[in-house]
């Protein structure tokens, strides 16, 4: 279609807003100004709430929220357009508007269908958001009523809208059905209903907040892929395999089937290359089942696109790219696509000797680069180094991030697509946070240029994590009930999506003071990360629906566990409260301690919350416990 390539600026300029021309060298003061320029997109964003009215008002049968969640999910509600400065990361068919509709190059185009169903010329849907929201709900309203959900009710239950979005999600269907373009599809889908259930209230972004019934959306096998942190495909047999997971339909959390019969851990899920991936070899058009050189370094790339589309991008046979990896942005769900042996087409010249990884998102949007996502790559960044003698996490870039071709020396083993040679794409790009990540890579190593280096034990952003103990049976718990809980949250955060909430409920039949020790690992030690004593002071972010609350932490020492002294909590907002592992004045001894920390490596034993008696229920939210060296 002519003139789609040059309709951006103006769409840019309608918005009032102007993306800035980047130097190569990029300096804190530039990276600064660009972090400023994102507050700008507030303004951007304010522009479309009305017009998710108007769609809303014309196609009622489209359930509250799922408009803004597709923006969402699609844009992170920053129109996109192929204008010369907009890279078409791995020739990614191009997304348009804040929708991110499709105009054909291999995927559906959606432009065109629009453009059938509104009447409005195809450029012009691309370019204007009133046209781009009013088509994206023409497309979607078609599929709703095909379905003929809702139909006695009015506007459908919003969990039953799943097989409509699958549809809609533009990805050419496969002449064959198979597992992985389902997949692909259904992940589109639960990624728009997973931003309504948490719901979004971020820089001008909102997505109202609504319960889904997973069960309603998903089969429970389906919904089991779609939430695994880790999932893997048989190609052969046509299914994926999640290792024994399974949903509790109580909780809507997965549970290890294996672990609950034997009571023991759960075993290591084993993988050809990482357990937690999908492994798809299926299109070898799209690879080299081969290499000419051994694997000595990582390359880390933004996808310009979707988790859900590139995936299926990359199972397109007229794709000819490819990574190994692909990382989901909302929850840090890993998928494999090439095996290590073999060649990914991905970084040009250096595709022999390098692993490509992919995280979702657009290289001018940094809210795409989540905790989750962030710990999901260097977890298996890490594996990658204790994989191959000639990659060692300590040799990965450090230094600021910029947005331009930048060449780094082949010592730099793990960098972007931006720092190799006889490169064009500029990825990850200036919102690549490679302080932070380094730190993660090198826990306790004090990197990140001198500056100490913080290690997150627990996000909450996509489980429990090392928390899946109820607070109501944690071998110490006094004065609450048994219908206490601790479970993971997505309504509150203070970074992230997600953060862990802990319900107290009093225990009529004792008037004891509160004292509630909230496990991690489920007080076994070995089951914890370890802690370096050196410079370590642990902390997490806390917030209390009430008032009185104090915190502690335990910490499984070498001649027993010692009990850190109490800090208060203030109510009704977020406190970042600590302690410091060097200090004997800040511990005392619990349970066979001595009141010091003496090992060099320790590991977390629980939180600890105090509270005197009362009648009525506290709420207390936990985020990002972490170790800062």
């Known amino acids: ?31 600064a100004h660009l972090m400023a320029e994102e507050a700008q997109l507030v303004s951007i964003r304010a522009a479309f709430p009305p017009l998710f009215a108007e769609a809303y008002a014309r196609y009622p049968q489209i359930p509250a929220g799922v408009l803004e969640a597709i923006a969402y999910s699609q844009s992170r509600w920053l129109p996109l357009a192929g204008d010369p400065g907009h890279e078409n990361h791995h020739h990614m068919p191009t997304a348009w508007g804040v929708m991110g509709l499709y105009g054909g190059e291999g995927f559906t185009d959606q ?57 809609y999600a533009g990805f050419t269907p496969d002449t064959a059905k198979s597992a992985v373009g389902d997949f692909a599809r259904d992940s589109f889908a639960y ?10 209230n971020e820089k001008g972004m909102v997505v109202p907040e609504r319960a889904v019934e997973w069960e309603n959306a998903f089969p429970v096998e389906k919904l089991v892929q779609l939430k695994a942190p880790f999932v893997r495909l048989d190609v052969t047999r046509d299914v994926i395999d999640t290792g024994g997971y ?10 290890d089937l294996e672990a609950l019969k034997s009571g023991e851990p759960a075993p290591a899920l084993k993988s050809t290359d990482y357990g937690p ?22 390359t880390i790339h933004t996808a310009q696109g979707s988790y859900a589309g590139t995936i299926s991008w990359f199972k397109n046979s007229t794709a000819n790219v490819s990574a190994h990896y692909v990382i989901r942005s909302s929850d840090g769900q890993v998928t494999q ?10 970084v040009g010249s250096h595709n022999s000797y390098t692993l490509g990884i992919e995280h979702e998102g657009y290289v001018n949007n940094s809210s795409w680069y989540t905790t989750a996502m962030y710990n999901a790559s260097a977890a298996l960044v890490r594996h990658f180094c204790a994989t191959y003698s000639a990659i060692t996490c300590s040799s990965a870039y450090k230094g600021a991030a910029s947005s331009g071709i930048n060449v780094l020396a082949t010592s730099v083993k793990i960098k972007g697509h931006q720092h190799f040679s006889n490169q064009t794409h500029t990825d990850p790009g200036i919102n690549w946070n490679w302080a932070n990540y380094y730190n993660l890579l090198n826990p306790g190593s004090g990197g990140g240029g001198g500056t100490g280096t913080t290690r997150v034990l627990d996000s909450f952003e996509s489980s429990v994590g090392h928390f899946n103990t109820s607070p109501a049976y944690s071998g110490s718990t006094t004065g609450i009930a048994t219908s206490s809980t601790a479970q993971r949250d997505c309504t509150m955060r203070r970074n992230g999506s997600c953060s862990l909430q802990v319900k107290l409920v009093d225990n009529a039949s004792s008037s ?29 972010w806390v917030y209390s629906g009430g008032t009185g609350m104090t915190a502690a932490v335990g910490i499984d020492d070498s001649d027993g566990t010692e009990r850190s002294i109490s800090r208060s909590i203030p109510a009704n907002t977020w406190t970042y409260l600590e302690w410091n592992l060097a200090d004997a004045a800040q511990w005392n001894a619990w349970v066979g301690g001595n009141g010091a920390i003496t090992a060099s490596t320790v590991t977390l034993d629980a939180i600890w919350l105090f509270r005197a008696q009362t009648s009525y229920n506290v709420f207390v939210y936990i985020d990002d416990v972490q170790i800062r060296n």
């Open 512 to 540: 004891a003071a509160w004292a509630v020790r909230l496990l991690s690992g489920g007080g076994t030690p070995s089951a914890n990360t370890s802690l370096s004593k050196a410079n370590g002071r642990i902390g997490f």
């Open 111 to 167: 432009l065109a269908r629009a453009e059938a169903l509104i009447g409005v010329p195809a450029e012009r849907i691309a370019s204007d958001p009133r046209y781009n929201i009013l088509a994206a709900a023409a497309l979607l309203a078609r599929e709703i009523d095909a379905d003929q959900v809702g139909k006695r009710g009015g506007t459908p239950d919003v969990a039953s809208i799943a097989p409509a979005l699958a549809r």
């Open 337 to 346: 696509m090439v095996r290590h042996a073999h060649t990914a087409w991905h």
């Open 191 to 200: 990624d728009v209903l997973l931003a309504i259930d948490r719901g979004v």
């Open 246 to 255: 399974a949903l509790d339909p109580v909780s809507e959390t997965l549970v």
């Open 277 to 298: 991936a999908i492994w798809d070899p299926a299109h070898s058009t799209n690879y080299t089942a081969s290499r000419s050189a051994a694997v000595s370094a990582v």
């Open 1 to 31: 279609m002519v003139g789609r390539t040059h309709v951006f600026a103006s769409m840019a300029l309608a918005l009032g807003f102007a993306f800035p021309v980047i130097a190569q060298d990029e300096d804190a003061a530039l990276l």
